[in-house]
């Protein structure tokens, strides 16, 4: 099992930024791609943006786009989640996520093998 680790999360106002990173600690990890969900009190874990390393392709749920942007580094087994004009509604632990292989569902839980503990974003009105 490889641990995923995620930081960067906490307090911020409606219209600020953050910063989430995840790291994979296994020296010789290699992905296919990873990804970020995030689940809100009482609602069910969704996709948020994920990165493919072949050819560097990104993915986003349509409620982000223009906002949030991924970006890793697969050498390093690191992927960010940069979070601008935060809402309220961004409110949720943020967890990074790792697969071993591709596929065309990457916005399914299903489909990613690693997961990371989370981190808290909350965002005030």
């Known amino acids: 099992q490889v641990p995923l680790v995620e930081s960067g999360g906490g307090l911020v106002q409606a219209g600020g930024s953050l910063r989430l990173s995840c790291a994979a600690s296994g020296r010789t990890f290699n992905s296919y791609g990873m990804a970020w969900f995030r689940q809100a009190p009482g609602k069910v874990r969704e996709f948020v943006a994920a990165?493919?390393?072949?050819?560097?392709?990104?993915y986003y749920a349509e409620f982000v786009k223009g906002r949030f942007t991924i970006s890793g580094d697969n050498a390093e087994n690191t992927v960010y989640l940069q979070m601008n004009s935060l809402k309220p509604e961004d409110t949720a632990v943020y967890y990074c996520?790792?697969?071993?292989?591709?596929?065309?569902?990457?916005?399914?839980?299903?489909?990613?093998?690693?997961w990371g503990q989370g981190t808290q974003v909350t965002v005030s009105s």
């Open positions: 990165i493919r390393w072949i050819g560097g392709r990104t």
């Open positions: 996520a790792a697969r071993d292989r591709g596929g065309s569902s990457y916005d399914a839980r299903s489909v990613y093998d690693y």
